[in-house]
């Protein structure tokens, strides 16, 4: 299908653009890439924090919900207090909720053309991503730590010391960053910001199936098994061993070895969906 | 500031082609745009035109033929083009909740100027666009034209020298198309070339230099919109002040311009199309009906616009 004989004007070739005299590197385009779509993300935030406040809004008002209403009828099985029981399953619920804005924004951005436009420029596709995936876990940082305020506030407490604290920390702050990319790739894959809202509410049910609010113990034995091989199960039960909170027995082995299933299950996730993001964003609408 | 000088072809393609599922969107297209021109691709939805965008702007692979933006082909060079051209899509791709002086910045940054640069760009377009006082409003408030300048301008930060329009007024209002239009104009001022797509005739005739109608995915006919236009004949309607004198005005258009009467009892109007190349002028006219008995409440000429020239275009494809 070569054409370079078939037209009689030869057609011309570009010098070097008015802008950049050169492409810079590849890593270091990807670099830059990522800092700028970082940026972009941020820059919507710092216009409407209104956006922050509705995220930490939704597991204050479950500390309030379950930590008092349900939690004054709750026993956790293995001893201890419901709401010190409750708070590492609220800390994993924002690296769990990663998905949902992620996903609107990214359908958002293919409805308005915006991702077109991006697609369309000569910048790092796995960059542009990697960059909004960072924002995001800015933001979960940002809605961590009030949450992590509240639950001091409410007797919670990091009873191992602090290299185990923040081990938890960053196990946490992992998970978000995971949880982006499955958003990322379900928002492309989505298409449209309506039908990501609607699928949005479909996460509701696979957060709830975990030891999050209750110990998994008193499920029935199907429902048991999905919520003891849940990776949002893993995170909680790694965060309650390395806080020291009250942990129920566990028979499951993800549960047995939290933070080894922890960075497993995040490896395979993001083994599998990064690159199916990456791959999904490149080849849009082809 | 185009990099490409005038005699050379700043799009080109050859039997580009594209199916999605069992769809033919565009079936075999010949492109050649010389540099520094406005091209015109024109056409009802579904006729191809924002495929051929895709295609060009390397956002879609061509199923079948090939294409060269900039010297640079886009299915092998793909990265070399996008450092040539700037996009509007058909939607204005700006982001709501940033200010529109951050969307430029951040469209700058994207193309690895520096942090300064990237700004003091952005205050350099704003400013000639028009856009300098709402540059520090989120583009949440802005009007629709307003973001569709900003759109558009948001393709020149790195001063492109092909630049991609996709239906860039549809759905704006009249006075919003005007600046859009002239926006257009001083792009080309600057002598980028600009392939731009529209359902609007007008805006066509208004902008561009060549243009090329599709129709089902394919070419139906190309040319400057004047030559078209001369290809189809001039509409002459006459107004009467008695439906009962239509059929004799009627006969005097028939002779006048060898076309096939048309009439309109309400409206109390025939209308009639000159055959190509049969020169009708007023004063012959206004005689002949005269001479007939006619009583014209008013007599019209109208060198046909793009949309009979779309027309006659598509009742003949019809027709075959």
């Not at chain 1, 026993?75 to 800390?91: A, N, Q, S, T």
């Not at chain 1, 409805?111 to 077109?116: E, L, P, Q, V």
């Not at chain 2, 692979?61 to 450092?83: H, I, K, L, N, Q």
């Not at chain 2, 007008?202 to 919109?225: F, K, N, Q, S």
Request: with cysteine.
């Amino acid at each position: 299908m070569s054409g370079s004989t078939v037209s009689t004007t030869r057609p011309a070739r570009a010098t070097a653009p008015g802008g950049p005299a050169a492409a810079p590197g590849r890593l270091r385009r990807t670099a830059l890439d990522a800092a700028t779509s970082t940026t972009r993300v941020l820059l919507y935030y710092r216009h409407s924090p209104g956006l922050l406040a509705a995220s930490l809004a939704v597991p204050v008002v479950m500390v309030v919900l379950f930590g008092y209403v349900f939690g004054s009828a709750m026993r956790v099985p293995g001893g201890g207090d419901y709401r010190e029981f409750l708070m590492p399953g609220l800390f994993a619920m924002v690296a769990i909720n990663g998905i949902t804005p992620t996903m609107v924004g990214v359908a958002r951005d293919v409805d308005r053309g915006a991702t077109d436009r991006l697609r369309s420029m000569p910048l790092s596709r796995f960059g542009v991503l990697l960059g909004s995936a960072l924002a995001d876990l800015l933001i979960g940082v940002a809605v961590l730590v009030p949450l992590v305020g509240v639950g001091l506030a409410v007797g919670w407490r990091m009873r191992d010391g602090v290299a185990d604290a923040l081990a938890a920390f960053a196990l946490l702050v992992l998970f978000r960053f995971v949880m982006t990319w499955v958003g990322t790739f379900l928002g492309l894959a989505a298409g449209s910001e309506q039908m990501a809202g609607q699928l949005a509410v479909l996460t509701f049910p696979p957060a709830m199936v975990t030891n999050v609010f209750v110990p998994t113990g008193g499920m029935p034995g199907w429902l048991r098994v999905i919520a003891d091989w849940n990776p949002a199960s893993a995170v909680v039960a790694a965060c309650r061993q390395l806080f020291g909170n009250p942990t129920a027995p566990a028979s499951a082995w993800p549960l047995q070895h939290p933070v080894v299933a922890t960075l497993l299950w995040s490896g395979l996730l993001l083994a599998v969906f990064a690159p199916l993001a990456v791959r999904k964003y490149s080849t849009h609408g082809r | 500031m185009s990099q490409l000088s005038g005699d050379q072809l700043a799009v080109s393609a050859q039997g580009l082609g594209k199916s999605f599922g069992g769809t033919t969107a565009l079936d075999g297209l010949d492109l050649a745009v010389p540099a520094g021109t406005v091209y015109g691709l024109l056409g009802p939805n579904g006729a191809g035109k924002t495929t051929a965008i895709r295609l060009l702007a390397t956002l879609t692979a061509p199923d079948t033929g090939w294409a060269r933006v900039a010297g640079f082909d886009v299915a092998r060079e793909p990265e070399r083009v996008r450092r040539s051209i700037g996009l509007a899509g058909q939607h204005a791709a700006v982001d709501e909740g940033i200010t529109g002086r951050e969307n430029l910045t951040l469209v700058g940054r994207f193309h690895h100027l520096g942090a300064r640069e990237a700004r003091r760009r952005a205050d350099e377009l704003l400013e000639r666009f028009g856009l300098a006082a709402a540059g520090d409003r989120l583009v949440r408030g802005y009007s629709g034209g307003m973001r569709r300048r900003l759109d558009l301008v948001a393709c020149l930060v790195t001063r492109p020298p092909v630049l991609f329009l996709d239906e860039p007024t549809t759905g704006l209002d009249p006075r919003s198309r005007g600046e859009i239009w002239d926006a257009v104009r001083e792009l080309t001022a600057g002598g980028s070339t600009v392939l731009l797509t529209t359902q609007y005739l007008e805006e066509a005739d208004r902008l561009a230099d060549t243009v090329m109608v599709l129709d089902h995915g394919r070419a139906i006919a190309d040319g400057p919109p004047g030559r078209l236009k001369a290809a189809i004949g001039t509409r002459v309607q006459v107004v009467v002040d008695d439906a009962g004198q239509l059929p004799a005005a009627a006969g005097v258009l028939a002779a006048v311009t060898g076309g096939e009467p048309v009439s309109d009892r309400d409206r109390r109007q025939v209308e009639a199309l000159s055959l190509p190349g049969r020169e009708v002028l007023l004063p012959a006219l206004v005689r002949a009906l005269d001479a007939a008995g006619v009583a014209a409440r008013d007599v019209a000429l109208r060198t046909p616009s793009l949309d009979d020239v779309f027309l006659a275009l598509t009742a003949e494809r019809q027709a075959a």
